[in-house]
């Protein structure tokens, strides 16, 4: 009786000291699951600690085109080109009344292009200038004799067209794309080189 009692109770306690071992060994067989999850997610910590400063990389520098200065002599481009035909010639030079028409023509098609009355007189003045002061003495003087011819017909152009037919052909112009200008796109720009150029004694 007493032997039946004691082997079951070493029974009794082989059981539960089995119990605790399969519990040990179930928690210690999760622990590297869970000691696992830490392990991503400092991996997954990692990685965007990273995203931010290549985002702040990629975005130096980025451009606002709002802040664009319309009245910026940057902005008013092509003046080399709009004033050549205004050199060459002058008061007197045969074909003068011709050249006239061409460099009237060009500087109109400019003056739209650029929207001059939408300018600041000192940036007009600015890209002027950055063409005038490339100039010879000569060419200056030459520009300076040949612009109230220019002037007069860009007037013309404007508010005469009609008269200027024979001329407008003569030079070799398309008659239906003049004067191609708002008179106050020309204002701007001729308000602003009638102050600047100086006054010549040529004569037509």
């Given amino acids: 009786m007493t032997s039946k009692y004691i082997r079951s109770l070493a029974l009794l306690l082989c059981a539960a000291l089995l119990g605790c071992l399969l519990a040990a060994c179930?928690?210690?067989?999760?622990?590297?699951?869970?000691?696992?999850?830490?392990?991503?997610?400092?991996?997954?910590?990692?990685?965007?600690?990273?995203?931010?400063?290549?985002?702040?990389?990629?975005?130096?520098?980025?451009?606002?085109?709002?802040?664009?200065?319309?009245?910026?002599?940057?902005?008013?481009?092509?003046?080399?080109?709009a004033f050549a035909p205004c050199l060459g010639w002058g008061p007197g030079v045969s074909g003068c009344s011709?050249?006239?028409?061409?460099?009237?023509?060009?500087?109109?098609?400019?003056?739209?292009?650029?929207?001059?009355?939408?300018?600041?007189?000192?940036?007009?003045?600015?890209?002027?200038?950055?063409?005038?002061?490339?100039?010879?003495?000569?060419?200056?003087?030459?520009?300076?004799e040949a612009w109230p011819l220019v002037k007069d017909a860009a007037l013309d152009l404007l508010s005469d067209k009609d008269s200027m037919t024979g001329r407008i052909a003569d030079a070799g112009l398309d008659a239906d794309t003049l004067p191609g200008c708002t008179l106050k796109n020309w204002q701007a720009l001729q308000s602003v080189l009638d102050d600047i150029v100086p006054e010549t004694n040529g004569e037509a």
């Fill in 26 to 81: 179930g928690g210690s067989a999760s622990s590297p699951a869970s000691s696992a999850a830490p392990a991503s997610d400092s991996a997954s910590a990692s990685g965007s600690s990273e995203l931010p400063s290549s985002t702040t990389e990629a975005n130096t520098g980025e451009l606002n085109p709002g802040n664009f200065d319309e009245n910026s002599v940057f902005s008013i481009t092509g003046t080399s080109n």
């Fill in 98 to 144: 011709l050249k006239s028409v061409i460099a009237a023509a060009s500087l109109l098609q400019w003056a739209e292009g650029a929207r001059m009355s939408s300018r600041s007189p000192e940036a007009i003045q600015d890209a002027f200038y950055s063409w005038y002061d490339g100039l010879t003495d000569n060419q200056q003087e030459g520009f300076a």
